[in-house]
């Protein structure tokens, strides 16, 4: 049997793009030069990965004296080979250049985006791998794509949360203090402006300020485990002060940073963001609440998936 070789392996994406949506087609073509002799076909094997990874190390603390314990996990979200059409499959290539295209439906709903961070990736790739038992070693080629999934449903749904605390301490203070606050709709895009609508009612005998900040939080899982990291995008916005046995009305407005991740919920990694308002009383527990805001796209925005 002649010894084959294998050259030049390689993987072009049609239009060489590297963006896709959910439910689009991955399109391309495997490109290799053959030498030596007469290649089977069904030793090419073609497939489109999603894997997911997280890792990250937590230290018992200086008391211990021990190393960090390092939690990490993997899955795999898709794993689709292409099915070479049969009146090619049992064919031998002859020496010489050959091409074979592919394409690859990616999942309309239930799909996770790229990200990647210091403590997690979800990564998409297409990969060629030839095996054939006269080469000496098998050779792989992957080519990594971009995927992004945004969130539509509800997008447009107000948002709201109450928090009341009630003083019986007279060197702290006496009285209640009640905050609400709102947003209209709860879906955003990057540059968009969010518009926080707090109401406080100050029964106390104490002062009280309120304030709102935009947060990230990312969470990465390991089995039962978990890690979550906070992220403060913006300044805080601080308000009036809100005197003893007085009410006020007051709206923030926070510009939502270009280059975000978009808002996103996987079964190891997920990115949530929310308006966090505080309000700050002297000498007292602050009392905080807590809007979910969802970072998509414009086109998301107006195709919104309203669920009952």
Aim: include cysteine; hydrophobic fraction near 35%.
């Amino acid at each position: 049997m002649d010894k084959i070789q294998l050259k030049d392996l390689d993987i072009s994406l049609e239009g060489n793009k590297r963006n896709y949506m959910p439910g689009d087609t991955v399109n391309g073509t495997v490109s290799f030069t053959v030498t030596g002799g007469r290649m089977e076909v069904s030793r090419v094997r073609i497939a489109l990965t999603c894997q997911t990874k997280t890792s990250w190390v937590e230290n018992p603390g200086l008391r211990q004296h021990r190393e960090g314990h390092t939690y990490s996990d993997q899955k795999t979200y898709i794993h689709f080979v292409y099915k070479i059409p049969d009146q090619l499959a049992l064919k031998h290539l002859e020496p010489g250049k050959h091409q074979i295209p592919f394409d690859f439906k990616l999942p309309v709903e239930d799909i996770a985006p790229s990200y990647e961070s210091d403590h997690g990736v979800i990564e998409y790739y297409v990969e060629v791998t030839i095996d054939e038992t006269t080469v000496d070693e098998v050779q792989t080629v992957k080519t990594g794509i971009t995927v992004q999934a945004p969130m539509r449903n509800n997008l447009h749904v107000s948002v709201d949360g109450t928090v009341e605390k009630v003083f019986t301490f007279p060197s702290v203070g006496v009285g209640s203090i009640k905050m609400y606050a709102s947003v209209v709709k709860k879906g955003f895009a990057s540059g968009h402006r969010i518009e926080v609508d707090s109401f406080t009612w100050n029964r106390s005998s104490l002062d009280a300020t309120p304030r709102v900040t935009l947060y990230q939080t990312q969470v990465y899982m390991c089995g039962e485990r978990h890690k979550a990291v906070d992220v403060a995008l913006t300044d805080a916005l601080v308000g009036q002060v809100i005197k003893g046995s007085a009410q006020g009305m007051e709206s923030f407005v926070l510009t939502i940073p270009d280059g975000l991740p978009l808002s996103f919920k996987s079964s190891l990694i997920t990115v949530k963001y929310f308006a966090h308002l505080t309000l700050d009383i002297p000498y007292a527990i602050d009392l905080h609440i807590n809007l979910p805001i969802v970072i998509t796209t414009k086109e998301a925005l107006n195709n919104e998936i309203i669920i009952t």
